[in-house]
Each structure stands twice: as structure tokens, then as C-alpha cells.
Antibody, heavy 122, light 111 residues
């Protein structure tokens, strides 16, 4: 079955760019799903960051849109997250997930990766 | 503060039933049948348990059920088992900016 795995630095300095990779295995990324990033702040709820279709079409959470870029490399079956100008508020566990669409909108996520903790600190 | 409101914790004894609520607005939970529920054991990936309010993915126990009334969705777990102890999150499509919002999560303790 499809599995997702996040990778990337666990520590990023303030004002720098956070960069993560999600590798998809057990299935092709060029299918009718939206490949998504979601984060979990310590002690708080989950926050949807954005998603990308294999064609490169993206949709971002408006609260993060100015700092977020999601891209895809279908040849490597990977998609990527960049968050610029990070602060301590970006410290979170970052998950990648496969988003399913109904009536043109993403409505649930399955499966998810294990998540990776990214700490923003000098 | 999360967009959807869940109780911080619930508990129950083995064999009992518990219900976790998820309260939103008419722009999300109340307006669409796009509520989903996720189970997350400590250090593990979240797992989809319910989608479209009340549908169970293949492989999910029928002890898990979902429902909705007005702006509040609910996840009911019957016949509680020790393995059900986990954090549970609800989510919903929202017409506000057309994306997905999540609840703050509920910690289920099996006594």
C-alpha cells in the first residue's frame, strides 16, 4: 500500500527557510490525489499547510501562503515543502499526507507519514 | 485556538462506550458532510478512522462510528479496548477560504 516518509533538517535557525521532502512509495504520485502538508504545534491542534497536484497545481492555507512553497518531482515520486522566514512559531511536527478530493475539494487525508519534528532555534 | 472545538480529554473503562464531540459552525461542520476523524497513537502517524461524517475506511473496526447533528459531529467508540487509547482529531472542510480545518484533539484514556 502507499506509504509516505518525511525527511529534512530537524533544526532551522530563525529567519531561514525550512525545507522538507516527502517520499511516496508503494504507488505513483501522478494520480488523482492532492499531496498535502500538515503540521502539529506542540500542545495545539493540527494545521493544514497546503497541497499540490502532480501537475504542479497548488493550494495554500491563506494564513501561511506568503511564506510557503510546495513543489513536486514526479520522476522521484517526491513532493516538497519550503517555509521561509521561520520563527519559533513554526516549530512543529510536520506531516505529509495524501489528500482525497470530493466535489473538487480535499476532504480527508490517508495515509499520513510518521511526521518529523522541526525546531526553529538559534 | 483551533477552528473546531473538541474536549481535551475523555475516559472510559474497557467494554464501555465513549463519544467525542467536535463543534464547528455552519461554514464547516454544519454546512457540509465532509467531517473526518483521525486516531494518533503516541509517536505514530495519524490514521483515518471516519470520513464523510460516518463512513469507515476498509480495515477500521465497526466499533468506531461517526454522526453529525447541526454544527456538532461525534465519534463514538463502543466496546472500548486498551488499544483505543490515543489522541483523536476531527476535521472538516470549511467554506471560509475553502480549505480543511482541524480540531484541537482529544486524549482518550482507557481506565
Amino acid at each position: 500500500q502507499v506509504q509516505l516518509q518525511e525527511s529534512g533538517p530537524g533544526l532551522v535557525k530563525p529567519s531561514q527557510t525550512l525545507s522538507l521532502t516527502c517520499t511516496v512509495s508503494g504507488g505513483s504520485i501522478d494520480t488523482g490525489f492532492q499531496w498535502s502538508w500538515i503540521r502539529h504545534h506542540p500542545g495545539k491542534g493540527l494545521e493544514w499547510i497546503g497541497h499540490i497536484y502532480y501537475t504542479g497545481s497548488t493550494y495554500y492555507n491563506p494564513s501561511l501562503k506568503s511564506r510557503v512553497t510546495i513543489s513536486v518531482d514526479t520522476s522521484k515520486n517526491q513532493f516538497f515543502l519550503e517555509v521561509s522566514s521561520v520563527t519559533a512559531a513554526d516549530t512543529a511536527v510536520y506531516f505529509c499526507a495524501r489528500g482525497s478530493m470530493v466535489q473538487g475539494v480535499v476532504v480527508w487525508f490517508d495515509p499520513w507519514g510518521q511526521g518529523t519534528l522541526v525546531t526553529v532555534s538559534s | 485556538q483551533s477552528a473546531l472545538t473538541q474536549p481535551a480529554s475523555v475516559s472510559g473503562s474497557p467494554g464501555q462506550s465513549i463519544t467525542i464531540s467536535c463543534t464547528g459552525t455552519s461554514s464547516d461542520v454544519g454546512g457540509y458532510n465532509f467531517v473526518s476523524w483521525y486516531q494518533q497513537h503516541a509517536g505514530k502517524a495519524p490514521k483515518l478512522m471516519i470520513y464523510d461524517v460516518s463512513h469507515r475506511p476498509s480495515g477500521v473496526s465497526n466499533r468506531f462510528s461517526g454522526s453529525k447533528s447541526g454544527n456538532t459531529a461525534s465519534l463514538t467508540i463502543s466496546g472500548l479496548q486498551a488499544e483505543d487509547e490515543a489522541d483523536y482529531y476531527c476535521s472538516s472542510y470549511t467554506s471560509t477560504n475553502s480549505h480543511v480545518v482541524f480540531g484541537g484533539g482529544t486524549k482518550l484514556t482507557v481506565l
